[in-house]
Structures are given as structure tokens and as C-alpha cells.
């Protein structure tokens, strides 16, 4: 554990400097430290830039993007997501009930603290809480109908900034963890997800861009290209994990929501744009 | 019982003694040959990942361009130290510990060090 503390504390003071009190330091602090980092890195991308991920480094790919968004990939999605979002469950309520203002333009401001829960909540955990609430079965957080309820969801949200109040008691214990676990190696390759996306962000894997971490959140579910169809970004993160060799983790795990929710504070502030489409 | 015994253990050490006696006769044209491969194997050392090596396709660039490596490595040991746990040097690095995380067996180890000297 101490080793694992080390190493986190290591690559804070390597990659961002002058953060010398990573452990103590706020998500407020941290915020500011890594946007320091990628504006020193590459001065030329302006903030606000980085809601489109690694297409930021690549003009041919960024223009293959633009073209599709003409057409988006996702649009049917959204359409069936209303559709499924405004049918009443069998008890006669609907989704909207269980959300402020009724689920609308609210997207950007998951995953969020659940005070009465004590754990972080991702917009299709709370999704399935509210089938649950209203007697229904929860759906599968892959390929299902609940991608296309939270792509709505997410449509209505879409150039609204990312938001969240800064987490303090248990909340800032969860975000602690979730950064630990974004600057711990992992897997039979011993690789953090800070190696790939802060490091060598802007590198070659291959044929591959990893991309930044600062905007990694702003635009799910999105349509990737491998998988033909909208996706959250926990199935990224175990695509990730498989690629280093990872012990895989089943979707909405404490880790994984904790990460989310470390991740999302990052972005504060950055347009939201999600559905979108990745290669 | 005593004779099909015999003849087992015997044909046994021959067995045994078998790679030992091929590794000795490989050339080390060969022993590169077979570095190149798992140099290139995206379930072995996939090192064109993140290395520009020579004219091998999909050059990555999270690492340096591996070229001149005799002469930045007189010592092949520490090119091999470096392959084996690259962590060591630099506990920050993205390189995985090929060795120490038995992700290569020590012999394709020492074929991917002969290999990557040889550039």
C-alpha cells in the first residue's frame, strides 16, 4: 500500500510538477494542476478544445469526425431514447419523476455524490435506480435500451457545462480513491491510466492516440466505429484494463463509478457534447 | 522391467540435454531472426507499440526510436537488464517489465536482446 502511495505521489510530482502535496491536495488543486500541465504541454489547444478527446492531435481523424457528426450515427438512438424515456412503467410514472427537472438538460452533472446513498452515482446506475424504484427490472449496462435512454438524456444536456460541487467528507474520500486509481499501475503490463493519458497522451500505440485525460468525460455514450453501436465509458475503461492486462471489473463497480466520479471532476467546466461518435 | 527403465532415463537425458545443444548451434543470425518475431507479436513483446525499430511497420512513439543500440549499450547485460524491468531505471515509465512480469520467457529475452543489439 505504501509502494502504491509512492508511486501515485511519484508521477503527480513528475508529470505536474510543482504539485508537491499531491495526497492533501483538493479536487480544486488538482483541477488547476493538470490543466497547467496539457496548457504547458501543448500551449496552442485552448481549453475548451478537449471536449473532443484525442481528435485534438489528429487533423485527418478530426475531419473524418466532423464528417460523421453531419450525420451523426446516433441520431435513431436519441430518437428511441425519447420514446423510451417518456413511457409510463406499469405503475403509470415515468422517468421523469425520478429526476430533477424531470431529467432534462441534468446529464452534465453526472455521476454525482448520493448523500442518502453515501456512494457516487453514474447517470445509467441512476437510470436503473428508478426502474427499480417504480417496480421494474433494471437493464443491462451494455447493449440495451438503457444506452438509447441515457443518449436522450444526454442530447438534452448537449453545450451545457460540466457541473458538480466539490466533494468533501465521505465524497472526497471516494474521489481520493478513484484518483489512486487512475495513477496506480495495473495488469500483467504494470501501466497507470495516467502513463497513457497524460504521459503519452499525444503518442503513438501503434496506430493508436490515446488522448488526454482532461476531457475524457464530456461526451458519453458515444458510437465507436469497433463496436457499431453507443457505448458508456465504462466499457472503455475495460477495454483499457484489458489492454494492460487488468483484472476486468463488472459495470457500475465501486471502482469504477469512484474513477468516474475523480474523472468528471477533472472536466468541470468543459462543454458537455455527448452523444458522439469515436473512432 | 529393469532394461525399459534404463532405456526411458536414457532417452530422457537425450531429451533434456536437447535445447541446450540446439541453442549452442544457433547462429546468432538466427537467434535475431527469432527476437524480430517477438519483437513484432502483439501477444509477446509488441515493442513496435510504443519503439520505431528498423522498417518494421506500425512504429510507435511513446518510447525512443531503438537505433545505434550497440553503441548506447556496449554492455549487452544492460540492454537485457533494461528489457527485463525497465521500472528499475525509471519507476515512472510506461514500459512494461518484460521479465519480472513474465510477460517473455528469460530465452525470448535473451533472442529480443540479441536482436534490438543488432540494430
Known sequence: MIRLLTIVSLLFLSTLGTWAQAKDSTPAEDREALRKYFQSKFPDIPLDAYKDGAYIFDPKARAQFEEIEEFPPWEFDVEEGEALFKAPFKNGKTYADCFENGGIGIAQKYPLWDEKREEVVTLPLAINLCRQANGEEPLPYEKSDLLKIQAFMAYTSRGKRIEGPEPTGKALEAYKKGREYYYSKRGQLHMTCANCHL?????????????????????????????????DIQ???KECNKQVRAKDLPYQAEEYRNLQYYMHQMDIGLEFNGPSSRK | MKKKALILLTAMLAIASMPALAQNDMSSEKLRALGKKV?????????????????????????PPLIAMSVRYPDKAKLRAQIWDATKRNILTSMPPFGKHMILTEEEIDWVTEYIHSL
Open chain 1, 199 to 231: 504521459q503519452h497522451a499525444a503518442s503513438r500505440l501503434r496506430y493508436e492516440l490515446p488522448g488526454p485525460l482532461l476531457g475524457q468525460t464530456t461526451h458519453w455514450p458515444a458510437y465507436r466505429s469497433k463496436w457499431e453501436e453507443l457505448g
Open chain 1, 235 to 237: 466499457r472503455r475503461y
Open chain 2, 39 to 63: 519483437v513484432l507479436d502483439r501477444k509477446k513483446g509488441n515493442c513496435v507499440a510504443c519503439h520505431v525499430i528498423e522498417d518494421l511497420e506500425a512504429p510507435g512513439t511513446f518510447g
